[in-house]
């Protein structure tokens, strides 16, 4: 017999569904171990679900529009073949922080049910959207969203010494310290770019999982510098998450209405 996950994958396919038809929020980039040493593996899954809890995506050249190492010897891109499970196979990681990327395609998902639209429009934030669509006069039982991911994680290779830094991810977040040599006792700092520029007053949802996968989820805002600060736990798990939405340009003939944008980031803390 075929596993649940096969036959779920198959019936997405034939459908031309999406993950977000069946409930699913927020993807994030989820490492096997967040430590390892010099030259060890890194094995990473590709998560779509919702409270730190998801179905591992496997490995789709499809779905990838970006898949990448940075280290601080530079970038490198990240190889795989479909079917691939977990998703980012890295062999003999360089000492020092890894920082794992992966960018998607564009995908659709079409609202048929405008609370559906409404419930997660107000739990980003961006409660202007709504007028927008009515003011505009479009349909509020049959539209689209076109939406793209952004996902970092930081992964520690010995000690994990160096810097994330900007990328140039339309969507980022960018973390001004370092979860695994830095102190932390007072926050991580964060900042959120959009486009390259700092993006004020913009929700960063924080979800954290501790060692009994107890999960805690809180927001912030950033200042008008785009800066935010993290509180954090020893020994957590951390997934942040900002979303940008905004109008779709280009596809209203195929009722694609809006666009959103995902940046996430994932680190567990020592």
């Known amino acids: 017999m075929f596993p649940i996950r096969r036959i779920l994958f198959i ?3 034939l459908f031309g569904l999406t993950a ?7 993807l994030w980039l989820s490492p096997q171990r967040f430590v390892v040493d010099e030259g060890a593996e890194i094995l990473a899954d590709i998560r779509i679900g919702e409270k730190f809890r998801g179905a591992a995506r496997e490995h789709r050249a499809q779905h990838i529009q970006r898949l990448e190492l940075y280290t601080q ?12 499970e977990p998703a980012l196979q890295i062999t003999k990681a360089p000492r020092g922080l890894a920082i794992l990327v992966y960018v998607t395609r564009p995908e659709y998902v079409t609202y048929h049910d405008w609370d559906q639209f409404k419930a997660f429009v107000e739990h980003k934030n961006s409660d202007w959207v709504l007028a927008r669509h009515k003011f505009n006069r479009w349909s509020t039982w049959r539209f689209s969203e ?9 992964i520690a290779v010995g000690k994990g010494t160096g810097r994330d830094r900007a990328i140039g991810l339309e969507l980022e977040i960018v973390a001004e310290k370092n979860p695994y040599v830095d102190d932390i006792s007072g926050g991580l700092p964060v900042r959120v770019l959009y486009q390259g520029e700092p993006r004020s007053d913009a929700q960063v949802e924080i979800f954290a999982k501790n060692d009994s996968d107890r999960v805690t989820v809180t ?3 950033t200042d008008a510098s785009g800066f935010a600060n993290i509180p954090v736990k020893p020994a957590t798990e951390y997934l942040l998450d900002s979303v940008v939405i905004r109008e779709a340009n280009g596809e209203p003939v195929n009722g694609v209405r809006w666009e959103s944008l995902w940046a996430s980031l994932t680190f567990r803390t020592p």
């Open 73 to 84: 010897s530079g970038m490198s891109t990240i190889r795989g073949k479909d079917g691939d």
């Open 146 to 154: 076109r939406y793209t991911r952004f996902a970092k994680s930081f």
């Open 20 to 26: 977000s038809d069946v409930g699913a929020h927020e």
């Open 219 to 221: 927001t912030t805002r």
């Open 11 to 13: 019936t997405l396919c």
